[in-house]
């Protein structure tokens, strides 16, 4: 794994559109090459204390986690996803690549390789739900993003990682 001073990071930060809420205050984060296999991924996912860990793709439509932050490490192939929603962006992914997903932003994978595989996880191993961003759930589900802490860990980096300079930290 690369170090976390040599790793590029891109930050994009997306507007609620009135069906996918997005994150009013934490940015996705693409951490860009930083991972060179599943095993090290894997690794340290565990060792950051983001847990829950699965092996899979992403779900061929918009949808969004309320309750929990995830992350998705890139261990196979590649992909074009769409983030944050109808009005969001598409993004490439490969192998290699870590998405930090605060809680509330939409993905959806719009295509991918036959041997396209993330492992996602989540901080503290936190159960996630499935927003699909329906009208009859948004009112819960924006109370439920407010409510998301801070994760202990950068998912890759622990304690010091970089998403503590994207995301406001409040930690003493």
Known sequence: MKQSE?????SLQFKDDGSIPNNPTYPLLLYKDVI?????AKSALTENNWLGAWRGSVAP???Y??????VLTVVDGKAQLQLGG???DQVQVEQGDTVVLPAGVGHKLLEASSDFAVI???PNGKSYDFCYGKAEERPENLENIKN???PDTDPLF???????????????
């Open 6 to 10: 040599n790793v590029k990071i891109k």
């Open 86 to 88: 109808e009005q969001g």
């Open 148 to 150: 998301v802490p801070l």
């Open 158 to 172: 622990g304690e010091d990682g970089p998403l503590f300079s994207y995301w406001a930290d409040g930690r003493s």
């Open 120 to 122: 996602g996880a989540y």
């Open 65 to 70: 986690h309320s309750n929990t932050h995830e």
């Open 61 to 63: 439509f918009h949808h």
């Open 36 to 40: 060179t296999s599943e095993g090290e």
